[in-house]
């Protein structure tokens, strides 16, 4: 948009950036814009060519040469435009204060659109890019400290006992241009509820460094007939979420509830925000921790219940030493039983065949199928027969013959054999 006080040259979009900085040219140097970007950083948004320094031509050409838009500079049509609105709504709790409670509001000023004052005979038309060169200006403005005041009335503007609050933010919505503001003292606050609110823009807004911003909102002031229909009232800011309307925080209790530093009425938003944002990254990440863990020990049950079920399906095997002393242990039990004249020689070898076979195989086939206590039994019946002379020797010893008939001991013999087979063959 134009200037009364200078001409302008846009190198880039205002949009971009967040806020803004001036920086006054040396010599037959042009005053510069600098945008500030999100992530911090800046860069020229703008040139500006003061009349009393630099001639239209002189600017075009810089411009033409820096690849700008360029804008010259208007004259004046009026000392200052009053644009009128609605009144605010509240944004936060009442809040004690050293200059008395205070609170925060959202204010609807103005939209775009034509707007006349026929009483005065000005008429003005308010667009998008008139509310962008308003924000920017703000920015540059705050930026260099100086402080957008919301007195009484217009009149009483600049008046230290007429300040109601301040202005902390413009932003644009849609249509809309918005103000955050914070107002200060009882009387301020009552004037919110009975009052709407009124813009003072003039034509050219020069600060007390000489600095120039162009059209710029130089303060908002109460009134109660707003020239402006239709706009949103004030609406409370998120302090109200973590404040009692009326009381006092004590930020101290929720910081050691929270386990966060440094809570106040201006920080307590954003720092507790913060704070859901990291214990929510904290559960997630110890979520998949346990979720990764479960599906470990998934799979290890998994594992373990199949080497179980291998082992159960696997037939028990003696190893080569434990085969060896069991066929070994089970000759002699034979062996001695036949020195008892308990059996004949010929029960004993049928025996052996039996339950230990060649190399010990019957042993291990038995140890397999779970039939190895058959041989015990076996042993243990047999122990209890009575011994008599048999007529027959070997050397020294003389075996008995059993007092009951031969054929008794076969029998058992031949008993003994079946179940043995049975057993193994089951």
Known sequence: ?????????????????????????????????????????????????????????????????????????????????????????????????????????????????????????????????????????????????????????????????????????????????????????????????????????????????????GQAIEHVAFTPEPLIPGLDPFIPLAASRWRVENATMNWETLENALGVEGLNDDTANDLITKAFQAQNKDTATLQASLNANEAKLKSTETTLAEVQAKVQAEPEKLGPVTL??????????LDMLVQASKITPAVRDGLHALFIGDNGDRIQASAANGTHRLFDDVISLFEKNDPVALGEKTGPQTYMKLSREEASADSLLNRAKARSTAAVAG
């Open 1 to 213: 948009m134009p200037y009364t006080a200078e001409h302008a040259c846009r190198v880039n979009d205002p949009g971009k950036y967040k806020s803004f900085r001036r920086q006054t040219g040396k010599g037959d140097q042009p005053d510069m814009i600098f945008g500030i970007r999100a992530d911090g950083k800046s860069e020229v948004q703008s040139f500006r060519f003061p009349v009393d320094r630099f001639t239209e031509a002189a600017a075009r050409a810089f411009c033409r040469e820096h690849k700008g838009r360029f804008e010259k500079s208007v004259k004046p049509q009026a000392a200052r435009l009053v644009l009128k609105t609605e009144p605010p709504v509240c944004i936060s709790a009442e809040i004690a204060g050293d200059a008395g409670p205070y609170r925060r509001f959202r204010k609807h000023l103005i939209s775009i659109g034509k707007y006349v004052k026929e009483d005065q005979g000005l008429e003005f038309t308010v667009t998008d890019a008139v509310m962008r060169h308003w924000v920017e200006a703000f920015d540059a403005m705050t930026a260099n400290g100086v402080t957008i005041p919301m007195p009484d009335a217009h009149e009483t503007a600049g008046q230290a006992a007429h300040n109601m609050g301040y202005v902390e933010s413009l932003f644009i919505d849609g249509d809309k241009l918005i103000a955050n503001v914070k107002l200060i003292g009882r009387d301020a606050l009552d004037a919110a509820a009975r009052n709407d609110v009124s813009i003072s823009v003039p034509l050219d807004f020069v600060d007390g460094k000489g600095v120039r911003y």
């Open 324 to 333: 060896d002393m069991a066929r070994k242990t089970q000759a002699t039990q």
